[in-house]
T-cell receptor, first 117, second 117 residues
Framework: GAGVSQSPSNKVTEKGKDVELRCDPI?????LYWYRQSLGQGLEFLIY????????KSGLPSDRFSAERTGGSVSTLTIQRTQQEDSAVYLC???????????????FGPGTRLTVT | AQKVTQAQTEISVVEKEDVTLDCVYE???????LFWYKQPPSGELVFLIR????DEQNEISGRYSWNFQKSTSSFNFTITASQVVDSAVYFC??????????????WGLGTSLAVNP
């Protein structure tokens, strides 16, 4: 079946502009995660959505970052007034998470490479 | 606080050598899951294995094997007879189930494995 998809695959933007990154999770997956990975670094958690619960935004680095998930499916990560330090690969993952399921592996999309010039 | 340590930043081996990637974790919880993910040069993270904290049996899948030892809080990953295609960054991660629905993985910084012909 279809995996997690992200768009665009690459985005080059000028400093100060806003960008929107999109994630389409695997159908039926209730949990959705956004991560950021800088060159040669590990994964930095940004935000987590689970069903209709309030999202866990504890990883968002500043108030320039926001995300929403519409209809429990597609998610958009928005970065306002981009800075050069925002340049990274933004990864989205989804997982099947429901009561009784023991553990849940995350399935990752290919990522969006954001370059802020 | 939960923490995952992958002490080996980079490993370089020659094809057909065996290689072990170390993962040490910290958690106060009795219920948790451990994961390994592979990130090949293409960039997309691939799930390899999930291990429940109550199951200390070692697992073998082809050339891959995992050694889970609660006594030392380690979940090491061994590749037998390594191949060039094994070259990737490997991440170890910890999931805290006691957090209820608000789960997110705690990631190690990854080990970059280079298998040379």
């Amino acid at each position: 079946g279809a995996g997690v998809s992200q768009s665009p695959s690459n985005k080059v933007t000028e400093k100060g502009k806003d960008v929107e990154l999109r994630c389409d999770p695997i159908s039926g997956h209730t949990a959705l995660y956004w991560y950021r990975q800088s060159l040669g670094q590990g994964l930095e958690f940004l935000i987590y959505f689970q069903g209709n619960s309030a999202p866990d935004k504890s990883g968002l680095p500043s108030d320039r970052f926001s995300a929403e998930r519409t209809g429990g499916s597609v998610s958009t990560l928005t970065i306002q007034r981009t800075q050069q330090e925002d340049s990274a690969v933004y990864l989205c993952a989804s997982s099947l998470l429901y009561p009784g399921f023991e553990g849940d592996e995350q399935y990752f999309g290919p990522g969006t490479r954001l370059t802020v010039t | 606080a939960q923490k995952v340590t992958q002490a080996q930043t980079e490993i370089s081996v020659v094809e057909k050598e065996d290689v072990t990637l170390d993962c040490v974790y910290e958690t106060r919880d009795t219920t948790y899951y451990l994961f390994w993910y592979k990130q090949p040069p293409s960039g997309e993270l691939v799930f390899l294995i999930r291990r429940n904290s109550f199951d200390e049996q070692n697992e073998i899948s082809g050339r891959y094997s995992w050694n889970f030892q609660k006594s030392t809080s380690s979940f090491n990953f061994t590749i037998t007879a390594s191949q060039v295609v094994d070259s990737a960054v490997y991440f170890c991660a910890l999931s805290d189930l006691s957090a209820g629905n608000n789960r997110k993985l705690i990631w190690g910084l990854g080990t970059s494995l280079a298998v040379n012909p």
